[in-house]
């Protein structure tokens, strides 16, 4: 499935990209949140990113563990090829999902389309 196929108009409108053997979803996480739970998409001042909140607080990386048990589960893939990128520290963060990327797209498009 393409990202057209998402209802997104254009590849460079994602909240996500390839890289070597992975693909790099930018999120903006929001912790704190009364539930874990992905929102869709937003804008943000890097581009578009997945929307997401956690329970969790923003100390000792729980937060960013939780996000990376959500998306891990969100998108029925292993935790463990799920990792933080970039962005330990910020609310919108690169993650890195490790995998077949045509088949972490589609699954990416999909989830997306059933959440816009």
């Known amino acids: 499935m393409t ?5 997104i108009a254009h590849p460079s409108q994602v909240p996500w990209r ?8 930018r999120v903006r996480i929001t912790p704190k949140s009364s539930k874990d739970t992905i929102d869709g998409v937003e804008e943000t001042a890097d581009g578009p990113a997945i929307k997401a909140r956690v329970r969790a607080v923003p100390a000792d990386g729980a937060a960013n563990a939780a996000l990376m048990k959500l998306l891990a589960d969100w998108l029925g893939v292993p935790k463990s090829n799920v990792g ?25 498009a999909a989830r997306l389309a059933g959440v816009v």
């Open 3 to 7: 990202p057209e196929g998402a209802g």
């Open 18 to 25: 390839r890289g070597a053997g992975c693909v790099i979803v």
């Open 84 to 108: 933080l990128a970039h962005g330990g520290k910020s609310r919108v963060k690169s993650v890195e999902i490790t995998g077949n990327a045509e088949e972490i797209e589609a699954r990416l």
